[in-house]
Protein backbone atom coordinates (compact mmCIF):
# COMPACT_ATOMS: atom_id res chain seq x y z
CA UNK A 1 0.00 0.00 0.00
CA UNK A 2 1.49 3.24 -1.23
CA UNK A 3 1.03 5.97 1.64
CA UNK A 4 1.24 9.20 -0.68
CA UNK A 5 1.22 13.58 -0.07
CA UNK A 6 -1.18 14.44 -2.31
CA UNK A 7 -1.40 17.90 -3.89
CA UNK A 8 -4.27 18.61 -5.99
CA UNK A 9 -3.84 21.24 -9.04
CA UNK A 10 -7.04 23.38 -10.19
CA UNK A 11 -8.42 26.25 -11.82
CA UNK A 12 -10.57 28.37 -10.08
CA UNK A 13 -13.23 26.96 -12.27
CA UNK A 14 -16.75 26.13 -11.81
CA UNK A 15 -19.54 25.76 -13.95
CA UNK A 16 -20.94 29.02 -12.70
CA UNK A 17 -17.62 31.09 -12.86
CA UNK A 18 -17.81 30.31 -16.67
CA UNK A 19 -20.09 31.69 -19.67
CA UNK A 20 -20.08 29.06 -22.95
CA UNK A 21 -18.32 32.57 -24.62
CA UNK A 22 -16.00 32.09 -22.51
CA UNK A 23 -15.09 28.18 -22.45
CA UNK A 24 -15.41 28.85 -26.47
CA UNK A 25 -13.73 25.68 -28.00
CA UNK A 26 -11.99 24.90 -24.73
CA UNK A 27 -9.91 28.42 -24.56
CA UNK A 28 -9.75 30.65 -21.08
CA UNK A 29 -9.18 34.31 -20.48
CA UNK A 30 -6.10 35.17 -19.97
CA UNK A 31 -4.79 36.29 -16.48
CA UNK A 32 -8.01 35.13 -15.30
CA UNK A 33 -7.51 31.45 -13.77
CA UNK A 34 -3.77 30.79 -12.04
CA UNK A 35 -2.65 27.57 -10.93
CA UNK A 36 -3.61 26.97 -7.53
CA UNK A 37 -2.50 23.94 -5.18
CA UNK A 38 -4.35 22.32 -2.37
CA UNK A 39 -2.26 20.39 -0.30
CA UNK A 40 -4.00 17.22 1.33
CA UNK A 41 -3.78 17.32 4.76
CA UNK A 42 -2.72 13.68 5.43
CA UNK A 43 -1.68 11.94 9.07
CA UNK A 44 2.04 10.77 8.72
CA UNK A 45 2.11 7.08 7.81
CA UNK A 46 4.31 4.71 9.80
CA UNK A 47 6.62 3.23 7.23
CA UNK A 48 8.45 -0.65 7.91
CA UNK A 49 10.68 -1.88 5.86
CA UNK A 50 8.35 -4.23 4.50
CA UNK A 51 5.88 -1.70 3.26
CA UNK A 52 6.52 0.86 0.61
CA UNK A 53 4.96 4.47 2.01
CA UNK A 54 6.04 7.97 2.44
CA UNK A 55 5.56 10.28 5.17
CA UNK A 56 3.68 13.41 4.46
CA UNK A 57 5.24 16.85 5.05
CA UNK A 58 5.65 18.01 8.38
CA UNK A 59 3.38 15.11 9.99
CA UNK A 60 0.86 16.28 7.76
CA UNK A 61 0.66 20.21 9.27
CA UNK A 62 0.65 22.71 6.65
CA UNK A 63 -0.52 25.83 9.04
CA UNK A 64 4.03 26.62 10.34
CA UNK A 65 4.65 24.56 7.00
CA UNK A 66 7.84 26.84 4.85
CA UNK A 67 7.16 27.74 1.28
CA UNK A 68 6.66 25.12 -1.29
CA UNK A 69 8.90 25.74 -4.68
CA UNK A 70 6.95 24.37 -8.35
CA UNK A 71 8.25 24.77 -11.12
CA UNK A 72 6.25 24.58 -14.89
CA UNK A 73 7.24 23.55 -18.63
CA UNK A 74 9.98 20.79 -17.52
CA UNK A 75 13.36 20.99 -16.03
CA UNK A 76 14.09 24.12 -17.23
CA UNK A 77 11.09 26.01 -16.76
CA UNK A 78 10.08 28.38 -14.23
CA UNK A 79 10.21 28.43 -10.43
CA UNK A 80 7.76 30.30 -8.66
CA UNK A 81 7.44 30.27 -4.84
CA UNK A 82 4.06 28.99 -3.19
CA UNK A 83 2.56 29.61 0.39
CA UNK A 84 0.06 28.87 2.64
CA UNK A 85 -3.05 30.75 2.16
CA UNK A 86 -5.26 29.05 4.47
CA UNK A 87 -6.06 25.61 6.00
CA UNK A 88 -8.75 23.79 6.20
CA UNK A 89 -10.02 19.89 7.41
CA UNK A 90 -9.05 18.87 4.60
CA UNK A 91 -5.35 20.38 3.93
CA UNK A 92 -3.99 23.63 2.51
CA UNK A 93 -4.90 26.10 -0.44
CA UNK A 94 -1.09 27.09 -1.65
CA UNK A 95 -1.19 30.21 -3.93
CA UNK A 96 1.44 31.68 -5.71
CA UNK A 97 1.64 35.72 -5.36
CA UNK A 98 3.86 36.92 -8.12
CA UNK A 99 2.27 35.89 -10.83
CA UNK A 100 1.09 38.26 -13.31
CA UNK A 101 -0.83 37.96 -16.33
CA UNK A 102 2.40 37.69 -18.94
CA UNK A 103 3.35 34.12 -16.21
CA UNK A 104 1.68 32.14 -18.22
CA UNK A 105 3.22 29.09 -16.95
CA UNK A 106 1.63 29.39 -14.25
CA UNK A 107 -2.24 30.21 -15.72
CA UNK A 108 -4.45 27.46 -17.11
CA UNK A 109 -5.43 29.02 -20.29
CA UNK A 110 -7.43 26.31 -21.91
CA UNK A 111 -9.64 23.16 -20.57
CA UNK A 112 -7.72 20.66 -22.28
CA UNK A 113 -3.59 21.49 -21.59
CA UNK A 114 -1.60 19.94 -19.73
CA UNK A 115 1.24 20.95 -17.56
CA UNK A 116 4.63 19.36 -16.62
CA UNK A 117 4.72 19.88 -12.61
CA UNK A 118 7.31 19.55 -10.27
CA UNK A 119 7.58 20.60 -6.83
CA UNK A 120 9.72 20.73 -3.95
CA UNK A 121 9.39 21.71 -0.30
CA UNK A 122 11.33 23.53 1.15
CA UNK A 123 11.34 26.79 -1.38
CA UNK A 124 14.90 27.01 -3.17
CA UNK A 125 15.28 28.74 -6.77
CA UNK A 126 16.89 25.67 -7.72
CA UNK A 127 17.01 22.19 -6.93
CA UNK A 128 19.99 21.74 -3.91
CA UNK A 129 22.33 19.51 -5.36
CA UNK A 130 24.02 18.28 -1.61
CA UNK A 131 21.04 18.03 1.60
CA UNK A 132 22.51 18.67 4.68
CA UNK A 133 20.29 17.64 8.41
CA UNK A 134 21.38 19.21 11.87
CA UNK A 135 23.73 17.15 14.61
CA UNK A 136 21.34 18.79 17.12
CA UNK A 137 17.99 19.01 15.89
CA UNK A 138 14.64 21.29 17.17
CA UNK A 139 11.30 22.04 16.36
CA UNK A 140 12.44 24.49 13.44
CA UNK A 141 15.30 22.31 12.01
CA UNK A 142 12.51 19.03 11.47
CA UNK A 143 10.61 21.84 9.47
CA UNK A 144 12.60 23.26 7.38
CA UNK A 145 15.13 20.28 6.75
CA UNK A 146 12.68 17.83 5.84
CA UNK A 147 13.12 17.89 2.13
CA UNK A 148 10.33 15.99 -0.03
CA UNK A 149 10.03 16.23 -3.65
CA UNK A 150 7.57 14.54 -6.73
CA UNK A 151 9.05 11.70 -8.28
CA UNK A 152 9.86 13.48 -11.48
CA UNK A 153 8.40 15.58 -13.75
CA UNK A 154 4.67 14.80 -13.40
CA UNK A 155 2.00 15.96 -15.89
CA UNK A 156 -1.23 17.41 -14.78
CA UNK A 157 -4.52 18.16 -16.52
CA UNK A 158 -7.74 19.22 -15.42
CA UNK A 159 -8.73 16.23 -15.49
CA UNK A 160 -6.10 14.40 -13.77
CA UNK A 161 -4.61 17.47 -11.24
CA UNK A 162 -3.04 15.03 -8.88
CA UNK A 163 0.56 14.93 -7.88
CA UNK A 164 2.58 13.40 -5.48
CA UNK A 165 5.28 14.14 -2.87
CA UNK A 166 7.81 11.31 -1.24
CA UNK A 167 10.06 12.22 1.12
CA UNK A 168 13.80 12.09 0.55
CA UNK A 169 15.05 11.19 4.18
CA UNK A 170 14.53 8.72 6.59
CA UNK A 171 12.49 9.92 9.95
CA UNK A 172 13.48 8.28 13.48
CA UNK A 173 11.04 8.56 16.01
CA UNK A 174 12.02 7.21 19.72
CA UNK A 175 9.96 6.57 22.65
CA UNK A 176 11.04 6.04 26.21
CA UNK A 177 8.22 4.08 28.27
CA UNK A 178 7.74 5.47 31.37
CA UNK A 179 9.73 3.51 34.34
CA UNK A 180 10.75 4.11 37.82
CA UNK A 181 14.15 3.91 36.58
CA UNK A 182 13.97 6.71 34.69
CA UNK A 183 12.19 8.44 36.59
CA UNK A 184 14.58 8.67 39.54
CA UNK A 185 16.63 9.26 37.10
CA UNK A 186 18.36 12.74 37.56
CA UNK A 187 19.64 13.20 33.47
CA UNK A 188 18.10 10.92 30.48
CA UNK A 189 19.60 11.74 26.79
CA UNK A 190 19.32 9.83 23.55
CA UNK A 191 21.78 9.94 20.53
CA UNK A 192 22.11 8.74 17.48
CA UNK A 193 25.65 7.48 16.68
CA UNK A 194 27.43 6.62 13.20
CA UNK A 195 25.89 9.04 11.28
CA UNK A 196 26.07 11.50 8.26
CA UNK A 197 25.45 14.87 8.03
CA UNK A 198 25.37 15.52 4.49
CA UNK A 199 23.44 13.27 1.56
CA UNK A 200 23.32 14.13 -2.56
CA UNK A 201 20.16 14.65 -4.37
CA UNK A 202 20.10 11.86 -7.37
CA UNK A 203 18.09 10.58 -9.94
CA UNK A 204 16.26 13.61 -10.03
CA UNK A 205 14.36 13.28 -12.90
CA UNK A 206 13.76 9.20 -12.34
CA UNK A 207 10.55 7.90 -11.23
CA UNK A 208 12.01 7.94 -7.88
CA UNK A 209 14.67 10.56 -6.71
CA UNK A 210 16.35 10.05 -3.27
CA UNK A 211 18.83 11.85 -1.41
CA UNK A 212 22.02 9.26 -0.78
CA UNK A 213 25.09 9.75 1.69
CA UNK A 214 27.72 11.56 0.69
CA UNK A 215 30.52 9.27 -0.68
CA UNK A 216 33.55 11.71 1.22
CA UNK A 217 31.95 11.98 4.37
CA UNK A 218 32.61 9.30 6.56
CA UNK A 219 29.25 7.80 9.50
CA UNK A 220 30.55 9.29 12.09
CA UNK A 221 28.65 12.01 13.04
CA UNK A 222 26.40 11.59 16.37
CA UNK A 223 22.85 13.31 15.83
CA UNK A 224 20.86 14.58 18.53
CA UNK A 225 17.20 14.00 18.01
CA UNK A 226 14.46 16.42 19.26
CA UNK A 227 12.38 16.17 22.48
CA UNK A 228 9.13 17.07 22.16
CA UNK A 229 8.20 19.13 24.59
CA UNK A 230 5.32 16.71 25.85
CA UNK A 231 5.79 12.38 25.59
CA UNK A 232 3.50 10.73 23.76
CA UNK A 233 0.82 8.28 25.94
CA UNK A 234 2.31 6.06 28.42
CA UNK A 235 5.80 7.69 27.79
CA UNK A 236 8.65 9.29 29.81
CA UNK A 237 10.36 10.98 26.69
CA UNK A 238 9.94 11.26 22.95
CA UNK A 239 12.18 12.06 20.52
CA UNK A 240 12.06 12.72 16.28
CA UNK A 241 15.21 12.69 14.67
CA UNK A 242 15.61 12.98 10.51
CA UNK A 243 18.65 10.48 9.00
CA UNK A 244 20.32 10.82 5.73
CA UNK A 245 19.75 7.38 4.09
CA UNK A 246 22.39 4.63 3.59
CA UNK A 247 22.19 2.44 1.24
CA UNK A 248 24.81 0.15 2.73
CA UNK A 249 24.05 -2.21 5.31
CA UNK A 250 25.93 -0.87 8.51
CA UNK A 251 25.06 -1.10 12.46
CA UNK A 252 22.51 1.42 13.17
CA UNK A 253 22.94 2.14 17.15
CA UNK A 254 20.52 4.17 19.25
CA UNK A 255 22.24 5.41 22.53
CA UNK A 256 19.81 6.30 25.68
CA UNK A 257 21.88 7.95 28.70
CA UNK A 258 20.87 7.09 32.10
CA UNK A 259 22.98 9.32 34.12
CA UNK A 260 25.94 8.01 33.32
CA UNK A 261 24.97 4.68 31.94
CA UNK A 262 25.02 4.27 28.14
CA UNK A 263 22.41 1.81 26.81
CA UNK A 264 23.31 1.03 23.03
CA UNK A 265 20.50 -0.28 20.81
CA UNK A 266 22.29 -2.25 17.88
CA UNK A 267 21.88 -3.76 14.58
CA UNK A 268 18.70 -2.06 13.07
CA UNK A 269 17.55 -1.85 10.31
CA UNK A 270 18.68 0.19 6.87
CA UNK A 271 17.50 3.98 7.19
CA UNK A 272 15.68 3.71 3.82
CA UNK A 273 14.12 7.36 2.25
CA UNK A 274 10.24 7.85 2.44
CA UNK A 275 10.14 5.44 6.52
CA UNK A 276 9.76 6.80 9.63
CA UNK A 277 11.30 4.64 12.27
CA UNK A 278 9.36 4.01 15.86
CA UNK A 279 11.17 2.29 18.60
CA UNK A 280 9.39 2.44 21.71
CA UNK A 281 12.06 1.45 24.21
CA UNK A 282 11.88 0.26 27.77
CA UNK A 283 15.01 1.14 29.89
CA UNK A 284 15.06 -0.95 32.92
CA UNK A 285 18.69 -0.79 34.93
CA UNK A 286 19.78 -4.11 33.32
CA UNK A 287 19.12 -3.21 29.94
CA UNK A 288 16.92 -2.30 27.08
CA UNK A 289 13.26 -3.52 25.68
CA UNK A 290 12.36 -2.71 22.66
CA UNK A 291 9.28 -2.57 19.96
CA UNK A 292 7.87 -1.01 17.21
CA UNK A 293 4.48 1.04 17.29
CA UNK A 294 2.53 -1.41 15.86
CA UNK A 295 4.42 -4.94 16.05
CA UNK A 296 7.79 -6.22 17.59
CA UNK A 297 10.94 -5.56 15.38
CA UNK A 298 13.32 -7.64 14.85
CA UNK A 299 15.86 -5.26 13.43
CA UNK A 300 18.36 -7.25 11.75
CA UNK A 301 19.34 -7.74 7.97
CA UNK A 302 17.66 -11.28 7.62
CA UNK A 303 14.18 -10.65 8.50
CA UNK A 304 13.47 -6.91 9.39
CA UNK A 305 9.85 -6.14 10.12
CA UNK A 306 8.94 -9.19 12.00
CA UNK A 307 9.58 -10.91 15.39
CA UNK A 308 10.74 -9.59 18.62
CA UNK A 309 13.72 -9.08 20.39
CA UNK A 310 14.99 -7.97 23.81
CA UNK A 311 18.50 -6.39 24.65
CA UNK A 312 18.99 -8.15 27.38
CA UNK A 313 21.61 -10.33 26.65
CA UNK A 314 20.90 -10.85 22.89
CA UNK A 315 23.07 -12.94 19.87
CA UNK A 316 23.47 -11.03 16.82
CA UNK A 317 23.13 -13.56 14.49
CA UNK A 318 24.49 -11.51 11.40
CA UNK A 319 27.23 -10.89 12.73
CA UNK A 320 27.64 -13.42 15.45
CA UNK A 321 28.10 -11.47 18.70
CA UNK A 322 26.60 -11.60 22.17
CA UNK A 323 25.72 -8.46 23.86
CA UNK A 324 25.82 -9.39 27.05
CA UNK A 325 24.56 -7.51 30.42
CA UNK A 326 24.28 -10.26 32.85
CA UNK A 327 26.20 -13.11 33.93
CA UNK A 328 23.59 -15.47 32.34
CA UNK A 329 24.23 -13.74 29.41
CA UNK A 330 28.32 -14.69 29.90
CA UNK A 331 27.38 -17.86 30.35
CA UNK A 332 25.39 -18.02 27.31
CA UNK A 333 28.12 -16.58 25.43
CA UNK A 334 30.49 -18.82 27.02
CA UNK A 335 27.81 -21.59 25.82
CA UNK A 336 28.39 -20.77 22.21
CA UNK A 337 31.51 -20.42 22.30
CA UNK A 338 33.01 -23.84 23.35
CA UNK A 339 30.85 -25.10 19.40
CA UNK A 340 31.86 -22.28 17.76
CA UNK A 341 35.35 -19.97 18.85
CA UNK A 342 35.06 -17.57 16.64
CA UNK A 343 31.48 -16.25 18.31
CA UNK A 344 32.47 -12.15 19.71
CA UNK A 345 30.76 -11.09 22.75
CA UNK A 346 30.27 -7.33 23.79
CA UNK A 347 29.96 -6.16 27.44
CA UNK A 348 27.25 -3.66 27.57
CA UNK A 349 27.67 -3.13 31.64
CA UNK A 350 29.34 -3.84 34.35
CA UNK A 351 28.60 -7.81 35.32
CA UNK A 352 28.94 -9.91 39.14
CA UNK A 353 30.16 -13.23 38.78
CA UNK A 354 29.31 -13.53 42.48
CA UNK A 355 32.23 -15.75 43.07
CA UNK A 356 30.57 -18.59 40.99
CA UNK A 357 33.73 -21.01 39.45
CA UNK A 358 34.84 -20.00 35.50
CA UNK A 359 35.75 -23.11 33.09
CA UNK A 360 38.40 -21.35 30.08
CA UNK A 361 37.33 -20.99 26.46
CA UNK A 362 39.66 -22.30 24.13
CA UNK A 363 42.29 -25.14 24.71
CA UNK A 364 45.46 -25.86 22.66
CA UNK A 365 43.26 -27.59 19.86
CA UNK A 366 40.57 -25.54 19.77
CA UNK A 367 41.92 -21.75 20.15
CA UNK A 368 39.37 -18.90 20.66
CA UNK A 369 39.33 -16.50 17.36
CA UNK A 370 36.46 -13.93 18.28
CA UNK A 371 36.38 -10.58 19.93
CA UNK A 372 35.67 -10.30 23.34
CA UNK A 373 35.24 -5.97 23.72
CA UNK A 374 34.64 -5.05 27.39
CA UNK A 375 33.77 -1.93 25.98
CA UNK A 376 35.17 -0.32 29.54
CA UNK A 377 33.20 -2.77 31.60
CA UNK A 378 34.42 -4.84 34.72
CA UNK A 379 33.65 -8.57 35.48
CA UNK A 380 33.88 -8.71 39.59
CA UNK A 381 34.40 -11.85 42.10
CA UNK A 382 35.01 -14.52 38.97
CA UNK A 383 36.55 -17.91 40.37
CA UNK A 384 39.43 -19.61 37.77
CA UNK A 385 38.86 -23.33 37.60
CA UNK A 386 42.11 -24.32 39.00
CA UNK A 387 42.25 -28.04 38.53
CA UNK A 388 43.90 -28.61 35.33
CA UNK A 389 46.60 -27.24 32.79
CA UNK A 390 46.12 -23.86 30.28
CA UNK A 391 43.39 -21.88 32.59
CA UNK A 392 42.01 -18.44 33.10
CA UNK A 393 39.06 -16.89 31.48
CA UNK A 394 40.93 -17.81 27.99
CA UNK A 395 42.67 -21.34 27.44
CA UNK A 396 44.14 -20.24 24.51
CA UNK A 397 43.50 -17.32 22.04
CA UNK A 398 44.53 -17.45 18.45
CA UNK A 399 46.17 -15.55 16.33
CA UNK A 400 43.68 -13.81 15.35
CA UNK A 401 41.72 -13.04 18.53
CA UNK A 402 40.99 -10.35 20.57
CA UNK A 403 40.72 -9.28 24.11
CA UNK A 404 40.10 -5.71 24.81
CA UNK A 405 38.95 -2.77 26.93
CA UNK A 406 38.46 -5.11 30.09
CA UNK A 407 38.12 -4.93 33.86
CA UNK A 408 38.77 -8.22 35.81
CA UNK A 409 38.46 -7.50 39.98
CA UNK A 410 38.52 -9.16 42.37
CA UNK A 411 39.54 -12.69 40.60
CA UNK A 412 40.45 -15.33 42.48
CA UNK A 413 42.32 -18.43 41.02
CA UNK A 414 43.60 -21.50 43.37
CA UNK A 415 46.37 -23.28 41.49
CA UNK A 416 47.33 -26.59 42.06
CA UNK A 417 48.18 -27.87 37.95
CA UNK A 418 50.42 -25.59 35.66
CA UNK A 419 49.93 -22.01 32.84
CA UNK A 420 47.69 -19.95 34.22
CA UNK A 421 46.53 -16.44 33.54
CA UNK A 422 43.49 -14.38 35.25
CA UNK A 423 42.88 -13.24 31.46
CA UNK A 424 44.27 -16.08 29.40
CA UNK A 425 46.54 -19.11 29.84
CA UNK A 426 48.03 -19.01 26.48
CA UNK A 427 48.22 -15.69 24.05
CA UNK A 428 48.50 -16.08 20.38
CA UNK A 429 46.65 -13.26 19.98
CA UNK A 430 46.11 -9.45 21.23
CA UNK A 431 45.13 -8.52 24.94
CA UNK A 432 45.12 -4.73 25.04
CA UNK A 433 43.51 -1.98 27.03
CA UNK A 434 42.52 -4.96 29.92
CA UNK A 435 43.33 -4.30 33.70
CA UNK A 436 43.18 -7.14 36.22
CA UNK A 437 42.34 -5.00 39.99
CA UNK A 438 42.48 -7.04 43.46
CA UNK A 439 43.19 -10.40 41.64
CA UNK A 440 43.82 -13.67 44.80
CA UNK A 441 46.35 -15.88 43.30
CA UNK A 442 47.29 -19.08 45.96
CA UNK A 443 48.73 -22.31 45.42
CA UNK A 444 51.65 -23.95 44.59
CA UNK A 445 51.81 -24.13 40.71
CA UNK A 446 54.58 -23.03 38.48
CA UNK A 447 54.14 -20.76 35.33
CA UNK A 448 51.44 -18.67 36.77
CA UNK A 449 51.18 -14.57 35.09
CA UNK A 450 48.26 -12.02 35.90
CA UNK A 451 47.46 -11.16 32.49
CA UNK A 452 48.70 -14.59 30.83
CA UNK A 453 51.00 -17.53 31.44
CA UNK A 454 52.75 -17.70 28.21
CA UNK A 455 52.93 -14.79 24.99
CA UNK A 456 53.64 -15.56 21.40
CA UNK A 457 51.51 -12.50 20.23
CA UNK A 458 50.72 -8.86 21.75
CA UNK A 459 50.29 -7.48 25.10
CA UNK A 460 49.61 -3.67 24.68
CA UNK A 461 48.47 -1.04 27.42
CA UNK A 462 47.51 -3.27 30.41
CA UNK A 463 48.19 -3.21 33.93
CA UNK A 464 47.94 -5.13 37.05
CA UNK A 465 46.85 -3.65 40.30
CA UNK A 466 46.76 -4.45 43.80
CA UNK A 467 47.70 -8.21 43.25
CA UNK A 468 48.24 -10.69 46.29
CA UNK A 469 50.19 -13.78 44.70
CA UNK A 470 51.33 -16.74 46.52
CA UNK A 471 52.46 -19.66 44.38
CA UNK A 472 55.83 -21.36 42.76
CA UNK A 473 56.91 -19.21 40.01
CA UNK A 474 55.38 -16.10 38.86
CA UNK A 475 55.20 -13.11 35.94
CA UNK A 476 52.75 -10.21 37.03
CA UNK A 477 52.25 -9.47 33.82
CA UNK A 478 52.98 -12.97 31.80
CA UNK A 479 55.30 -16.08 33.01
CA UNK A 480 56.87 -16.38 29.50
CA UNK A 481 57.28 -13.83 26.91
CA UNK A 482 58.02 -14.78 23.53
CA UNK A 483 55.89 -11.89 21.81
CA UNK A 484 55.76 -7.93 22.32
CA UNK A 485 54.78 -6.53 25.73
CA UNK A 486 54.49 -2.51 25.59
CA UNK A 487 53.24 0.26 27.91
CA UNK A 488 52.03 -2.51 30.54
CA UNK A 489 52.25 -2.32 34.15
CA UNK A 490 52.31 -4.44 37.39
CA UNK A 491 51.74 -3.37 41.29
CA UNK A 492 51.25 -6.01 44.06
CA UNK A 493 53.22 -8.03 46.57
CA UNK A 494 54.47 -11.16 45.11
CA UNK A 495 55.10 -14.52 47.39
CA UNK A 496 56.71 -16.36 44.82
CA UNK A 497 60.34 -16.63 42.49
CA UNK A 498 59.98 -14.48 39.18
CA UNK A 499 59.67 -11.13 37.86
CA UNK A 500 57.61 -8.46 38.54
CA UNK A 501 57.11 -7.84 34.78
CA UNK A 502 58.07 -11.45 33.42
CA UNK A 503 59.86 -14.44 34.62
CA UNK A 504 61.11 -15.95 31.16
CA UNK A 505 61.89 -13.42 28.58
CA UNK A 506 62.45 -16.63 25.62
CA UNK A 507 65.64 -17.27 23.99
CA UNK A 508 63.18 -17.31 20.75
CA UNK A 509 62.99 -13.73 21.37
CA UNK A 510 60.42 -11.33 22.93
CA UNK A 511 60.32 -7.83 22.88
CA UNK A 512 59.75 -5.71 26.07
CA UNK A 513 59.15 -2.00 25.73
CA UNK A 514 58.24 1.34 27.72
CA UNK A 515 56.75 -0.60 31.21
CA UNK A 516 57.30 -0.57 34.73
CA UNK A 517 56.77 -2.11 37.90
CA UNK A 518 56.29 -1.13 41.41
CA UNK A 519 55.82 -4.28 43.95
CA UNK A 520 56.98 -5.65 47.10
CA UNK A 521 58.01 -9.46 47.44
CA UNK A 522 58.15 -11.64 50.24
CA UNK A 523 61.24 -12.26 52.01
CA UNK A 524 63.58 -15.58 50.76
CA UNK A 525 61.68 -15.30 47.42
CA UNK A 526 64.04 -14.10 44.51
CA UNK A 527 62.42 -11.48 42.47
CA UNK A 528 63.23 -9.25 40.10
CA UNK A 529 62.23 -5.92 39.37
CA UNK A 530 61.47 -6.35 35.44
CA UNK A 531 62.83 -9.87 34.03
CA UNK A 532 64.29 -12.59 36.11
CA UNK A 533 65.76 -14.31 32.77
CA UNK A 534 66.63 -12.56 30.09
CA UNK A 535 67.31 -15.60 28.00
CA UNK A 536 67.03 -13.81 24.87
CA UNK A 537 64.56 -11.17 22.89
CA UNK A 538 65.29 -6.95 24.58
CA UNK A 539 64.06 -4.78 27.54
CA UNK A 540 64.00 -1.28 26.28
CA UNK A 541 62.86 1.36 28.52
CA UNK A 542 61.88 -0.62 31.27
CA UNK A 543 61.40 0.95 35.29
CA UNK A 544 60.80 -0.55 38.75
CA UNK A 545 60.26 0.73 41.89
CA UNK A 546 59.41 -1.61 45.33
CA UNK A 547 61.66 -3.26 46.70
CA UNK A 548 63.70 -5.39 44.64
CA UNK A 549 67.65 -5.24 44.05
CA UNK A 550 67.62 -5.85 40.16
CA UNK A 551 65.46 -5.23 37.32
CA UNK A 552 66.74 -8.09 35.38
CA UNK A 553 68.94 -10.90 37.45
CA UNK A 554 70.35 -12.61 34.29
CA UNK A 555 70.68 -10.83 31.34
CA UNK A 556 71.08 -7.39 29.62
CA UNK A 557 68.12 -4.87 29.07
CA UNK A 558 67.44 -1.59 29.67
CA UNK A 559 66.04 -1.55 33.21
CA UNK A 560 66.23 0.97 35.52
CA UNK A 561 65.67 1.13 39.28
CA UNK A 562 63.29 4.26 40.30
CA UNK A 563 64.33 6.43 42.98
CA UNK A 564 63.29 10.29 44.75
CA UNK A 565 66.73 11.84 43.14
CA UNK A 566 68.64 10.22 40.30
CA UNK A 567 65.25 8.75 38.75
CA UNK A 568 61.87 9.76 39.65
CA UNK A 569 58.91 8.56 38.31
CA UNK A 570 58.16 11.91 36.11
CA UNK A 571 61.67 11.26 34.44
CA UNK A 572 60.60 7.77 33.77
CA UNK A 573 57.62 8.42 32.22
CA UNK A 574 59.17 10.93 29.95
CA UNK A 575 61.77 8.55 28.80
CA UNK A 576 59.21 5.53 27.98
CA UNK A 577 56.94 8.06 26.48
CA UNK A 578 60.34 8.85 23.82
CA UNK A 579 60.27 4.91 22.99
CA UNK A 580 56.71 4.65 22.28
CA UNK A 581 56.58 7.74 20.17
CA UNK A 582 53.75 10.09 19.31
CA UNK A 583 52.15 7.76 16.87
CA UNK A 584 51.37 4.83 19.77
CA UNK A 585 48.43 6.64 20.43
CA UNK A 586 48.52 6.58 24.69
CA UNK A 587 51.27 7.84 26.83
CA UNK A 588 52.42 7.96 30.67
CA UNK A 589 51.16 10.93 32.27
CA UNK A 590 52.12 11.21 36.42
CA UNK A 591 50.57 13.35 39.07
CA UNK A 592 54.00 14.74 40.23
CA UNK A 593 57.35 13.47 39.85
CA UNK A 594 57.67 10.64 43.12
CA UNK A 595 54.10 9.00 42.04
CA UNK A 596 54.05 5.84 39.24
CA UNK A 597 52.34 6.99 35.85
CA UNK A 598 49.25 6.28 34.44
CA UNK A 599 48.37 5.05 30.51
CA UNK A 600 45.98 8.11 29.47
CA UNK A 601 45.00 8.03 25.22
CA UNK A 602 46.90 11.12 23.51
CA UNK A 603 44.19 13.88 22.70
Given at each position: ?66 S ?15 K ?18 A ?10 E ?39 Q ?44 T ?32 A ?117 D ?29 I ?22 I ?41 S ?56 L ?102
Amino acid sequence: MKHSFLVLCAAALAATACTNDELGNGTLPGGKYPLELTAANLHEAVATPAVTGTRSTVDGNWEDALSVAVQVGGENGPVKEYKVASTSGNGAKLTCSTLTEADTQFWWTSSNESKKVRAWYPYSETVPVDWSVSLTQTEETLKKEDFMMTDGQVTVSLNNPQIAFSHLLAKVEINLIQSEYLRNASKVSVSLPGMYETGTLRDLSSSRPVIVRNNEEKADKEIIPYRLPSANDGCYASYQALIIPDEEQKTRKINVIVDDVIYTLSNMATYNPRFRYTYNITVQEEGLEIASIEQSIDWNATNPGSGGITLKDHYDQATKTYYVYTADGLDAWAEKAKTDLTVSCILMDDIDYNDKEWTAIGDPGNQYAGTFDGGGHTIRNIKINGNAQNNGLFGYIAGGGIVKNLTVKNASMTTSGTKYGIIAAWNDGTIENCVVSSCDITGSSDYVGCISYQNFGRISCCRVDDANVSCGSFGGIVWLNNGRIEASSFQGHIDADGGALVETNSIIGGTIIACWTDATHEEGKTVAGIVRYLDGGSVTACYYGGDMDAGILEGNGDATKVDGSTCPWGLAAGLMNSELGLDFGWHWQTDNEYTPPTLVPNN
